[in-house]
């Protein structure tokens, strides 16, 4: 099968910097591509050369093997390649119409706005690209799942034939991800060809049928879609994915939390709110106990009712935190207790984007940089240099915006926020979720260092090599039930086995 797009010899210097080194890439028609690579490796940069944002130094262009020359993003568009960047260009001020057809608006003979006719084809628009939604919703109203596909409705607008996604589901629910997963893989039933990029390894057999892998300015290799997790990992960094994980703990301490046949109640009904209905675990100092399952089975709602975070109701069953009954379920109750928690989402609930590092690192410990009632800079920059330092923040600047740092640092700066108030148990929901392979083994080893310390740790996540890797026991959730638990080693298959219910908790 021809080409769609090839991409031969491309080579890139900003300064003395080489960030491409002679890539060869190519795309067909009806595919979806996934790359991969580290932050640095390049992959943004190829992209760029591809959207016309960014002129190469060295190599070609073709599409449909016609070299191609692109000016500036508007030929790049014309030729049909468009590219949806992590940050979405959508105007929240305005409608979703009024964004699908923004610089190609609609207009009457009498050249004034035409907005039945700019409503109705975009809400074909949005049924192209299978998005239930009025078009006349102010995009500032929309959930960020929902908002991704108003961007590919935008793209179909613009007639794509090639379609660039960059970390598409690193801000999306487990629900919208599955959408977003359905809706690209029809775009390729329909012959676009895809370039998805990402960070969520366990994405690629999902929606793959090529991977290619970045490192450095190159390309170091291709896999299949189905190739182990580990095998990606190596092509990612360059070592073993076994070496990615700190040592585990010797001899865990005192038991830091226990529940027994543990129910939370909460006072409003949830949609799509799983209820923890009989939760039985304990998490010791020095340990990181790792909580597995399928989407949906009620890991992150255990977490945020234990923090009472978002969530207002009652726990039965035995809950003791320190040997004693504790009485959670509100965010004071819990932080009283010594627990701090780090949601599955940083940049909607864990940080302040807009504001900069400082402000966001201090906000949960205000009390202690206003002795007087007034912020003391100085306790404040001590504060914050301290732990710039500790959790290697790049680049470690207090005063720049948290939006500008990348998804690693983003989460550095989450953990460093939440740490600042030297918590007994650290609850964490996906905590490497749209964090590159690199960060993720400095968040390994940050948090077995803070183990080592005497930190409990309770963490949740949808990647069962990372549970298998960090965590010194596993216990797995079904239904909002506890149903196994297994001590450091146990195998994939056998974890995977009881998520799907097939292993009971005696």
Partial sequence: MSALLEMRGIEKRFG?????????????????????GENGAGKSTLMGILSGVIAPDQGSVSIDGRPVHFANPREAHAAG????PQELDLVPGLDIAANLFLGNERLTPFGTLDRPRMLAESQGLLQQAGVSLDASLPVSSLRMG??????????????????????PTAALSATEAEHLFRTVLELRGRGVGVVYISHRLEEVPRIATRVTVMRDGAVVGQARPDAPQAELVRLLVGRPFEELFPPR??????????????????????????????????????????????????RTELLSALYGFEVKGRWSGEVMVDGRPAALGTVAAARQAGIAYVTDDRRGTGLILNHSVATNIVMSTLKRITPFGLVSR??????????????????????????????????????????????H???????????DVGAKAEIYRQLRDLARKGLGVLVA???????????????????GCTVAEFEAGVGEEELRRASMGETRAA
């Avoid at 529940?259 to 949830?270: G, I, N, V």
């Fill in 16 to 36: 003395g910097v080489r960030a491409l080194r002679g890539v060869d890439f190519d795309l067909v028609a009806g595919e979806v591509h996934v790359l991969l």
């Fill in 425 to 435: 148990l650290l609850l964490l929901d996906e905590p490497t979720r749209g964090v």
């Fill in 249 to 298: 703990a010797e001899k865990p301490g005192r038991e830091l939390l226990r529940l027994a046949h543990a129910a939370f109640r909460p006072d409003e009904a949830r949609a799509g709110w799983q209820e923890p209905r009989d939760v039985s675990l304990t998490v010791r100092e020095g340990e990181i106990v790792g909580l597995a399952g399928l989407m949906g089975v009620g």
């Fill in 378 to 423: 100085k306790l404040e920059a001590r504060q914050v240099g301290e732990a710039l330092s500790r959790f290697d923040v790049r680049p470690p600047l207090p005063a720049a915006l948290v939006v500008n740092l990348s998804g690693g640092n983003q989460q550095k700066v989450v953990f460093a926020k939440e740490l600042l108030s030297e918590p």
């Fill in 461 to 479: 996540s949808s990647e069962l090599p990372e549970l298998i890797g960090l965590c010194d026991r596993i216990v797995v959730m079904h239904d």
């Fill in 81 to 84: 390649i468009v590219m949806i």
């Fill in 146 to 167: 929902e908002r991704q596909l108003v961007a590919i409705a935008k793209a179909l607008h613009a007639k794509a034939r090639i379609l660039v996604m960059d970390e």
